[in-house]
């Protein structure tokens, strides 16, 4: 319904494993965002990307590794990941304001319920 | 850094009640959105606002953005047991900037 699709929805891996999220946005927005949700705790942006550059990489560990081909497409590439980032991510995409007139809110995906064993 | 302080953090009422939430922040914002996340589900987007003082519905929802610039606030009226959920505040200084979320609201509604 909002445009925005993640894969898969849930996902379960060992810390060796390595594994990618997908997000697929069909809104023509040009910037695109993961974030991380873990319980009683704000949103916390991970990455953003605005006409397929990364914009922001706010101090996320480098076993997440994040790939934007696209303006409709991004990915979040994990590997040798711990149990602490057991969490929700989001993805969502926006308008981004160099590229024209707005409105610039985003719109999110279902999210991919990682668990980390 | 920039913090959201959302009220209240629960909320347990019952259906056909009126419901307000609101959020704060310690800085000038000049965007601020609501959103409302189901469990299992991504943040979907209620209302949007970019002028002080602005109120704003969308079918039994009322936000508004407070003269202040550093205020929002949320009403629902008539509840039912579909407005359960979570209700996150966001903002941002300017359209440039990224979005700062609230730690959000859950509401429970019971028949």
């Known amino acids: 319904e909002t445009g925005v699709t993640q894969t898969p929805r849930h996902l379960v891996m060992g810390m060796t494993n390595k594994k990618s999220l997908k997000c697929e946005q069909h809104?023509?927005?040009?910037?695109m965002y993961w974030y991380k949700q873990s319980a009683k705790k704000p949103l916390e942006l991970m990455f953003v990307?605005?006409?397929?550059?990364?914009?922001e990489n706010n101090s996320v560990p480098s076993r997440f590794s994040p790939e934007c081909p696209n303006s409709s497409h991004l990915f979040l590439h994990l590997h040798t990941l711990q149990p602490e980032d057991s969490a929700l991510y989001l993805c969502a995409s926006s308008q981004d304001w160099m590229a024209g007139p707005g409105p610039y809110e985003q719109y999110f995906g279902p999210g991919t319920r990682l668990t980390v064993t | 850094g920039q913090q959201l302080n959302q009220s209240p953090q629960s909320m347990f009422i019952q259906e056909g009640e009126d419901v307000s939430m609101n959020c704060t922040s310690s800085?000038?914002?000049?965007?601020w959105l609501w959103y409302k996340q189901d469990p299992g589900e991504g943040p979907v987007l209620l209302i949007a606002?970019?002028?002080?003082?602005e109120l704003t519905s969308n079918g039994r929802l009322t936000a508004q953005f407070g003269i202040t610039r550093k205020d929002s606030f949320l009403n629902i009226s008539a509840s039912i047991p579909s407005d359960v959920g979570i209700y996150f505040c966001?903002?941002?200084?300017?359209?440039?900037?990224?979005?700062?979320f609230g730690t959000g609201t859950r509401l429970q509604v019971f028949p």
């Open positions: 606002l970019y002028k002080a003082g």
């Open positions: 966001a903002g941002s200084v300017n359209n440039t900037d990224k979005l700062i």
């Open positions: 990307y605005s006409l397929e550059e990364r914009v």
């Open positions: 809104l023509g927005h040009n910037a």
């Open positions: 800085s000038i914002f000049n965007t």
